[in-house]
């Protein structure tokens, strides 16, 4: 399976060290590769408010990128039910990522090379 890291630089070697904390699946190394459920919608709360969640070696779902922020700040505030933003949410395209989470993970991926992307 190929997986892309975006970044402004080549990462060869990732180092869990440099990973971001309190994002969507929690501290990690995300990658994507080419579908939201409540249970989703509530462990990427979770995991933006750093709240700790189960440790796990891989997490894989839909990015919730800044398009969709706007919906999950809105059921996060209680004004959309979590049906209302399931739904709100499947009129996007969603990608799908799979982050890293430990050491014992990152052993997995090798690196292969880097493809710029020129906008």
């Known amino acids: 399976m190929k997986l892309y890291h975006g970044s402004r630089n080549s990462v060869e070697k990732p180092d869990m060290q440099k990973c971001r904390l309190a994002t969507d699946f929690g501290h990690g190394f995300y990658t994507h590769f080419e579908k939201a459920t409540q249970e989703w919608l ?37 004004i959309l039910t979590a049906n209302a933003a399931i739904e709100q949410l499947k009129t996007h395209t969603l990608f799908d990522q799979l982050s890293f989470h430990t050491e014992k993970a990152l052993k997995c991926i090798r690196f292969v090379e880097v493809i710029p992307i020129v906008s």
Not at 64 to 78: F, M, R, S, W
């Open 42 to 78: 509530e462990f990427v709360i979770k995991n933006r408010r750093g709240i700790t969640t189960e440790n796990y070696d891989f997490v894989m779902g839909p990015v919730a990128n800044d398009a969709l922020y706007a919906t999950i700040l809105l059921y996060e505030q209680g």
